[in-house]
């Protein structure tokens, strides 16, 4: 199993930035995935998740609205829109790999992160 | 202010037993499974008890999970020096439409 992410870097207060996350190692339509963020020096936090094949998305309280999280099974690759981003939404933000399909925390895989910076 | 409660600290010496607790609700813990994970400095959490107490191949029987009701607990027995990390609890929150929650984290200092 290996996730890379990409498209973290410096946004601007309101601003957008789209996180892609490419798969491989495994049949990913079969797995639930997830994004994970840990800002500097703080805990983890869940953002948001998606089932195997798209049927459910949640979202954490803190992004609903201005996040939005999708897949693309025919690319083995996931996303993660962020819109509307303040200095509270800077952190490394892991993509996050579920062994099972559904709605779920449990995590057997994770990428390295990339890392999100918002500031003016 | 996380949904589940966990000590922000805890300690002891080589071969001593350590548990870590997370506390929950009905809506968590009370009605969903919990998961445990640790973060060595600078790496990426891993897996270390997933469905309350499973461990993943790979993770020494020296830790285990149990819940019950709406609290968790993750023991370490024969502590060693490259336990110390960050340990996390997660479950399923089942209120606001769904969502998952982790813990604050527990820094455990092997002494």
């Known amino acids: 199993v290996h996730l890379v992410e990409s498209g973290g870097g410096l946004a601007r207060p309101g601003g957008s930035l789209r996180l892609s996350c490419a798969a491989s190692?495994?049949?990913?339509?079969?797995?639930?995935m997830m994004w994970v963020r840990q800002a500097p020096g703080k805990g983890l936090e869940w953002v948001a998740g998606?089932?195997?094949?798209?049927?459910?998305?949640d979202y954490a309280a803190s992004v609903k609205g201005r996040f939005i999280i999708s897949r693309d099974n025919s690319k083995n690759t996931l996303y993660l829109q962020m819109t509307s981003l303040t200095a509270a939404d800077t952190a490394l933000y892991y993509c996050?790999?579920?062994?099972?399909?559904?709605?779920?925390?449990?995590?057997?895989?994770w990428g390295q992160g990339t890392l999100v910076t918002v500031s003016s | 202010q996380s949904l589940l409660s966990q000590p922000p600290s805890a300690s002891g010496t080589p071969g001593q037993r350590v548990t870590i607790s997370c506390s929950g609700s009905?809506?968590?813990?009370?009605?969903?499974?919990v998961n445990w994970y640790q973060q060595l400095p600078g790496a990426a959490p891993r897996l270390l008890i997933y469905?309350?107490?499973q461990r993943p191949s790979g993770v020494p029987d020296r830790f285990s999970g149990s819940k019950s009701g709406t609290s968790a607990s993750l023991a370490i027995s024969g502590l060693q020096s490259e336990d110390e990390a960050d340990y996390y609890c997660?479950?399923?929150?089942?209120?606001?439409?769904?969502?998952?929650?982790f813990g604050g984290g527990t820094k455990l200092t092997v002494l």
């Open positions: 996050a790999r579920s062994p099972f399909s559904g709605r779920t925390v449990t995590i057997d895989n």
């Open positions: 190692g495994f049949i990913f339509s079969n797995n639930a």
């Open positions: 998606v089932s195997g094949k798209s049927v459910t998305t």
């Open positions: 009905s809506s968590n813990i009370g009605s969903n499974v």
């Open positions: 469905g309350n107490d």
């Open positions: 997660a479950a399923w929150d089942d209120s606001l439409n769904g969502r998952g929650v």
